[in-house]
């Protein structure tokens, strides 16, 4: 029997300590790969140095995933998913670490929102209600833009608010989304790479 994939997340704060475990592990059941989630650590913010510690500790496993927004909520500049994964993966690169990178665009909650119906369908399944459609929007930019429409949208659909917002049933919702063919770019890039990724791992002697 097969050797399953080892996998280590490593998360730039709560909202992907909630959204990343799900999405890997619909990624991994689409895939018919025996694979398992060895940790899921919070570095409660871009700390490099943590993230270097937390990466080599995880070496026992066989892929090592780091989730993290493209841009903070005061970036002036824009910064792309592409820039951020390839500006991380140089620095973890000289560290001498190899990570998926889950950068979502601009933010985790643009990545929850990328699917309003499937966001909608997971909110009911968990409150176990038949729940309003929310009006469609296009995919926000900012990262500000994206909490303030999160926050919009769960009114919308609720009429009433969350505590998180949504990310307290990121299970629910995950499970009806379709990853590797999202609208959002960068969580369509990154699924799509984490699955070759996994096969790879799967397939190594």
Known sequence: MPTPVRIGLICEDAAFQALLPPMVRSLVAQSATEAEIIHCHNLRGCRKRELVQ????????????????????????????????????EFLAAEGIAASLAIA?????????????????????????????????????????????LGVVVNEIVQAP????????????VSQMSLTDSSSDSLRTWSRDFSRELQRAANAP
């Open 54 to 89: 937390l990466a080599k500790l995880g070496e026992q496993g066989h892929i090592t995933v780091v989730g993290a927004d493209a841009m903070a909520a005061l970036h002036v500049e824009q910064m792309t998913f592409r820039k951020k994964a390839r500006a991380l993966g």
């Open 162 to 173: 969350l505590a998180r917002n949504g990310f307290e049933f990121a299970d629910h919702i």
């Open 105 to 149: 665009q601009p933010c985790s909650e643009a990545w929850l929102l990328s699917d309003l119906a499937a966001f909608k369908r997971g909110l009911e399944t968990a409150l176990e209600t038949e729940l309003r459609p929310a009006r469609q929007r296009r995919i926000p930019s900012k990262e500000k833009e994206a909490k303030d429409m």
